[in-house]
């Protein structure tokens, strides 16, 4: 069973992913120096990965409990 403090830091998580979606520029307008989530393809590559992660530790959670 997920811990309220693992709910949380998937929620964190999450939350960071879509404030970098909301603010992500096209590549042309991001410098080089940027950090890479600052572009679409950073800040979906980023949310990808957050979303695959959950997904992950909530099925691993599911058949867990089961």
């Known amino acids: 069973m997920m811990t309220v403090e693992e ?7 999450l ?3 879509i404030h970098y979606c909301t603010h ?3 590549s042309s307008q991001v410098d080089l120096m940027a950090d ?3 572009s ?4 979906s590559g980023y949310a ?10 909530l099925e691993s959670n ?5």
């Open 36 to 38: 890479p989530t600052d």
């Open 7 to 13: 709910c949380e830091s998937q929620i964190r998580l």
């Open 40 to 43: 679409y393809p950073g800040a």
């Open 48 to 57: 990808c990965q957050t979303m695959k992660s959950i997904v992950c530790s």
């Open 62 to 66: 599911m058949s867990l409990s089961k």
């Open 15 to 17: 939350q960071r992913a």
């Open 24 to 26: 992500a520029l096209p």
